[in-house]
């Protein structure tokens, strides 16, 4: 490996969704472990701003939204943890001197200096673990425990929630979000199940929160009707206010959506719904954090992999996450 200098900077390259966002940013604070003066910077897309700006471990962000931005990008390193061809030729361009990427993308093989031998595809592990296992051209080890990899989210930075949204949270109760919907990035529980679980709560120790997109709004809005003691969320905060309000609550309940990332890394109980197939199943995407859990059906789910509507998830038990949010 080309040496690096004392304090060198190195780009963590991750432009896809908050979820995979949230379990990439680990990495900042495992390098910062062993390279305390570096810095690191984040390429993102302007969406996921808001997530990055919660961990103490990332010096800078930059967005690939922004055109001037991509031409300007300089660094000693740039990392591409999630492969895009027009990134990893852009950093060539830009003539960062050292460029990693996998051997498993071709256009790596032109733009990159540095190929790793890493495929996630048939892998045990967790998207995190696979993450850091990027960074073994550091000469660092990369073996970690999956129970270890929430000490290196360094999510100290949540802004504080506004007074008009804080009024709404019950200090005498259990504050749980129910997120039921996914934008169609995993598969769901189903509106019914959700109706089911806010059912079986009790009300008297739990105070529901619906939340969601304003067009997922409109998705949930027979569950809004049909319970109208739940507070709906649904379209009304902004991403920095919705992180803020989850670091308010106790707890949220959902798929594999960003919102249970965030909410397990801020150190909400997040109880993820899961289905049991792969590359979707909880081993590779489970929530990580201090009181994360998830639910999955012990099975085989090959039947449901060629649509969204997946059995397999809808009969997990209300009772079961109820059991969950009790514990």
Known sequence: MQKLPDHFSIIL????????????LPMAGYIKQYFPN????FLGRNYTRDVVALTEHVDEFVSWDDVEARKNLKADVILHVFPVKEIAKQAKQNGIKLRVGT??????????????NLSRKNSELHESQLNIKLLSFLNIPTEVKLEDVKRYYGFTKAEPL??????????????????????GSAREWGLDNFSMLIDTLDKSKFKIFISGTKDEGLLVKPLLEKHKEVVDLTGKLSLQEFISFINTTDALVAASTGPLHIASAL??????????????????WMPVGEKANHLVLNKACDDCRKNNDCHCIREIKAKEVVDLLNK
Not at 13 to 21: E, K, L, W
Not at 38 to 41: A, D, E, P, R, S
Not at 270 to 279: D, K, Q, S, V
């Open 162 to 183: 506004a007074e008009e949204w804080k009024v709404l949270i019950d200090k005498s109760k259990t504050n749980v979000i129910l997120h039921p919907k996914s934008k």
């Open 38 to 41: 570096c810095k690191i910077i």
């Open 267 to 284: 150190g909400k109980k997040a109880i993820g719904l899961f289905a049991p197939m792969r590359p979707i199943h909880p081993g590779r």
């Open 103 to 116: 051997k498993n993308r071709l256009y790596h093989w032109f733009f990159c200096n540095k190929l790793m």
């Open 13 to 24: 390259s991750r432009t896809d969704s908050i979820g995979d966002v949230v379990l990439t």
